[in-house]
RNA sequence: GGGCGUUUGGCUCAGCGGGAGAGCACUACCUUCACACGGUAGGGGUCACUGGUUCAAAUCCAGUAACGCCCACCA
């Protein structure tokens, strides 16, 4: 064993290699694009009227290409790729997300950089500047994704705050509005006192944190029973300011007598009352929780079942409000030292835990979330959950792999109201309009000005929604539902959609909603299958991060190993599993794989003199094998990509034109082309034929290069560009399948190997010829017999003798294999020792195989409840093995 | 606290009821006229552990352990 290896260390400087990728890839995409092969394809053949079409996951615009964007992109390529070529109607929708608080964010720091801040410029000065930005920057990704050659719909890019989408969006919330389904109600959601707004549940992170439980005294208004005082647990001191109770579980004895009772609270001095409430666990802390209604989403039920006031103790920068003397002012942490500071000034604080704990953080810029009272926008979901959860339930959405079905289905059932204002400016403003004179408010698709009441000035609101209440809608909005409903050709045609590909962190946040407002607007599914591919980890593990250094840019992947190497190497790596711990030698030998297909067509090219252009001919059994193991091939591979199964589609693909075609076909086709006549024509089209269905077999996951080389073929073309040439038909290639050429082939490939591998184990150049025995009997013997030839040539023999009584020559090397039995003459250039030393350690192991074998023979449970092919298979085996074991004792015995 | 996933050669992973596979790494030989991003031949694994089901278990079931992810109101 290698001693010092350090794996870890990507030696990338060993990667790189002398060839330009870009230079070979762009003139075919522009080639694409100017022919327009990227719009919606016609339709031909058996699925002439069937559509697929396949919807983006629209990139942030303050996005750039990262990895688990490669990775679903390249998926969807191939899908795409494939259904063109088998003839569908087939459109991926290209667009890009307005991204709310993302871009806020980065336009806000963009600003303050430069001196201005957002508030002085003003609303409608900062939206410009949004839409500046996104002029700037927002189509960067979208030249990324040309770059890894997805065939995308770019003559119709999508933009969630494109004048249809706003039209849209307003309209589903008007009929929302109108349905009931959207309402205002004032409820503790999760504040970013960072970015000023609400953020939904699912947008929390929770983070770990080495908190503290401080342990207070609240002194009992009238002292009971001797008891001067409670103490309560908290990890937040600082929200006692807004308490407005005490609750005790009611199944607590210990404190039963002080329900009912008022502790006075320190600092503020206000009187509050001791309750009870279920939801207090009586075991953790000392079994007393002080309420803070207006500051934690569990007191505020205790707080609304009890009747407690709520009290609001934070603006929304989370500084302490006016009324509390020296503390107003203060941020969250400052506050809290001061108040426990308080205590023990005051005597009040009994003692301090360590306690770590998770901490709510904004999911954007990761400041700690204030649970915070205030007036929002809702949609009640359900209603809308029923249907979404039915249509995944009884099959209409499948779910790839099978298991997030189930996952989907608990996220659904535990939906709670799901809060969609923002108060941003960057987003859908929400069409909601107010006169303050009479009360009048009303959701309207037109912008009001005055009260259809009493005629008074009206104001809209302010805020603007969740970006994935636009999200939501983006199969049907883009496909031109704004206008004209569901009459819109484009979703008469293709709706709903084939297949949804995505990672699964956002499986409720966007897919599940989408399924909700499909069902709602369009009566209908947004897509027939949802595949969540598997999220890319870091090569330790773990998220890639910038703070962990463990990320890896899909660009400079690109660069070392082109776009079809990275594209090929990511989807080697797709298994059913959840994540994916990124391996970048696979991309290595995927871009070593696209080297060898190169040559491979290079070669083939190299041979084609005279060719005539005509179809193939199964001439001889090496002909006739390799179709057969094609015909095969094509099969799997539609078996693969139906269950989206990408990593054992590559590893067909890999295995198939490596160890069969490259290896021996191209090996065994070199003496016919190299002789003339006939067989040589039959030899130059087959080989042209083969070629060209592994081209349109890889085209899917590697279109530059096989596009490039299918450029260069000199066959009959059903398509100017592979793009549209048609995908090769397993049912018709089906004719091809040949079992006993297959094993012509395998006894051939095996005893050629067999010959190799005692000219290594013997040091015998490939240049001595040798001569060769086979003893082999019936079919075989006749197989290889047609083959005489191509041994000949491949293993270099002298003389070749097949005969069902063999007899061995005294001085030889006994090779079996494939059932066959192989003496080569190795008199006079070998030291028999040697020979010796080996034959004696496969008679070790074929005496254990023998022992085994009798074993499970004996075995009457065997005989009688295993399979009669099992049985029979075990049976042959053993004979052979025995066989082989006698020859291997007598040549060990002549050897001497 | 629930749910899910993973555990197979040095590394990254396939296989998921009938004799352990791939890529990379490793060893030896080969600058042979498609390819050294290559060729040929090799070495390397009691398939995490413990029980169970079965004629037969890496594969199915139960439990254990480790790692990872998701959800959840322990103040």
Same mark, same amino acid.
Do not use: N
């Given at each position: 064993m290698a001693e010092n290896k350090d794996n870890s260390q990507p030696e990338q400087e060993k990667n790189k290699?002398?060839?330009?990728f870009r230079a070979h890839e762009a003139p075919y995409f522009d080639a694409w694009m100017e022919q327009g092969s990227f719009r919606r394809s016609p339709g031909r053949g058996a699925h002439a009227d069937e559509s697929y079409t396949v919807v983006i996951p629209p990139p942030n615009i303050t996005g750039v290409l990262h990895m688990g964007h490669a990775l679903n992109n390249t998926i969807q390529d191939a899908c795409i790729r494939r259904a063109r070529m088998q003839g569908y109607q087939t459109r991926w929708v290209l667009g890009t997300d307005h991204a709310g608080i993302a871009t806020q964010t980065k336009v806000d720091k963009k600003l303050s950089e430069e001196g201005v801040s957002r508030l002085a410029l003003g609303r409608e000065a900062f939206i410009e500047a949004c839409y500046e930005w996104y002029g700037e920057y927002g189509s960067t990704i979208v030249s990324q994704l040309k770059a890894m050659g997805c065939s995308c719909d770019y003559d119709d890019e999508h933009f969630t705050l494109e004048p249809a989408y706003v039209k849209a969006v307003r309209k589903v919330f008007v009929d929302w509005y109108h349905d009931a389904l959207i309402f205002r109600g004032k409820r503790i959601v999760n504040w970013?006192?960072?970015?000023t707004t609400a953020i939904a549940d699912d947008e929390v992170e929770y983070i770990d944190e080495a908190g503290k439980l401080w342990y207070l005294r609240y002194p009992l208004a009238e002292p009971c029973e001797g008891t001067e005082y409670v103490v309560v647990a908290t990890?937040?001191?600082?929200t006692m300011l807004g308490d407005s109770g005490v609750a005790v579980s009611p199944?607590? %004895?210990?404190?039963k007598h002080l329900v009912g009772k008022a502790v006075r609270l320190p600092i503020v001095g206000r009187e509050v009352p001791i309750v009870s409430d279920?939801?207090?666990?009586? #075991?953790?802390?000392?079994g007393l929780v002080k309420v803070t209604p207006a500051h934690d989403q569990n007191d505020y039920a205790i707080g609304e079942r009890a009747g407690l006031e709520k009290i609001n103790v934070f603006d929304e920068g989370a500084h302490v409000v006016e009324g509390?003397? #020296?503390?107003?002012?203060?941020g969250r942490d400052e506050a809290r030292e001061a108040v426990v500071a308080r205590f023990e000034e005051l005597g009040l604080l009994d003692h301090v835990e360590e306690h770590p704990h998770n901490v709510m953080t904004c999911y954007r810029c990761h400041t700690k979330l204030e649970p915070w009272l205030s007036e929002q926008w809702f949609v009640a979901v359900d209603r809308l959950k029923a249907e979404a959860a039915r249509v995944v339930e009884d099959g209409r959405v499948a779910f790839f *792999?099978?298991?997030?079905k189930q996952v989907y289905l608990d996220w659904m059932e535990n939906?709670?109201?799901?809060? =969609?204002?923002?108060?941003?400016?960057?987003?859908?403003? =929400? *069409?909601l309009f107010y006169c303050d004179a009479c009360g009048w408010e009303d959701a309207s698709m037109e912008d009001l000005t005055?009260?259809?009441?009493?005629a008074g000035a009206l104001r809209q609101d302010e805020d603007v929604l969740d970006t994935w209440f636009s999200s939501q809608l983006w199969p049907f909005v883009t496909m031109g539902?704004?206008?004209?409903?569901?009459? %819109?050709p484009e979703l008469q045609q293709a709706?709903?959609?084939q297949v949804l590909s995505t990672a699964r962190d956002i499986m409720g946040l966007w897919v599940a909603r989408m399924v909700m407002s499909s069902m709602y607007f369009?009566?209908?599914?947004?897509?027939n299958q949802v595949l969540i591919h598997p999220t890319v980890m870091g090569a330790d593990g773990k998220p890639m991060s910038k703070s962990r250094g463990n990320g890896v840019d899909p660009l400079r992947l690109m660069e070392d190993y082109g776009a079809d190497g990275m594209r090929f190497g990511l989807l080697m790596q797709v298994?059913?599993?959840? #994540?994916l711990k990124f391996n970048e030698a696979k991309l290595e030998s995927s871009r070593n794989f696209a080297n060898k297909i190169r040559n491979a067509a290079r070669f083939t090219s190299m041979h084609l003199d005279g060719f005539v252009p005509g179809g193939p001919e199964a001439q001889t059994p090496v002909d006739r094998w390799i179709f057969s193991r094609l015909a095969g091939l094509v099969a799997r591979l539609d078996q693969a990509f139906d269950a989206y199964e990408f990593g054992e589609a590559t590893r067909e693909l890999y295995a198939f034109f490596w160890n069969e075609f490259c290896d021996w076909y191209l090996e065994f086709s070199k003496g016919r082309l190299a002789g003339g006549g006939d067989d040589r024509a039959v030899c130059q089209r087959n080989l042209v034929f083969v070629l060209d269905t592994a081209l349109r077999l890889l085209h899917p996951i590697m279109p530059f290069i096989t596009e490039e080389i299918y450029q260069g073929l000199p066959c009959e073309k059903d398509a100017p560009y592979l793009i549209n040439a048609a995908w090769p038909d397993a049912r018709a290639l089906a %004719?091809?399948? #040949?079992p006993r050429s297959e094993r012509a082939l395998v006894l051939v490939t095996e005893a050629v190997s067999a010959v190799r591998s005692a000219r290594a184990r013997y040091g015998i150049s490939p240049k001595t010829a040798l001569s060769v025995a086979v003893k082999a009997a019936g079919e075989d013997a006749a197989l290889l017999e047609e083959q005489r030839q191509l041994l000949l040539d491949m293993a270099n023999l002298s003389g070749l003798a097949i005969d069902a009584d063999a007899a061995k020559p005294p001085e030889a090397s006994v090779a079996l294999v494939a059932g066959l039995e192989i003496y080569i003459d190795l008199a006079g250039l070998v030291d028999f020792a040697a020979e010796r030393t080996r034959l004696e350690g496969e008679q070790k192991k074929a005496a254990a195989d023998v022992q085994k074998l009798e074993a499970k023979l004996s075995n009457p449970g065997f005989l009688s409840k295993a399979s009669p092919e099992v049985v029979e298979k075990d049976r042959a085996r053993l004979a052979k093995t025995q066989g082989m074991l006698e020859r291997i004792a007598a040549q060990l015995e002549e050897i001497g």
């Open positions: 290699v002398d060839f330009d970013c006192p960072s970015c990890t937040r001191p600082e199944k607590d %004895a210990r404190f279920f939801v207090v666990d009586p #075991d953790f802390g000392t509390y003397g #020296d503390l107003s002012g203060m *792999p099978q298991r997030w939906l709670k109201d799901w809060c =969609i204002s923002r108060q941003l400016w960057w987003g859908h403003r =929400i *069409p005055s009260c259809p009441v009493c539902w704004s206008d004209e409903g569901m009459d %819109a709706y709903p959609t369009c009566d209908e599914v947004p897509f298994t059913g599993s959840q #994540d %004719a091809y399948l #040949d």
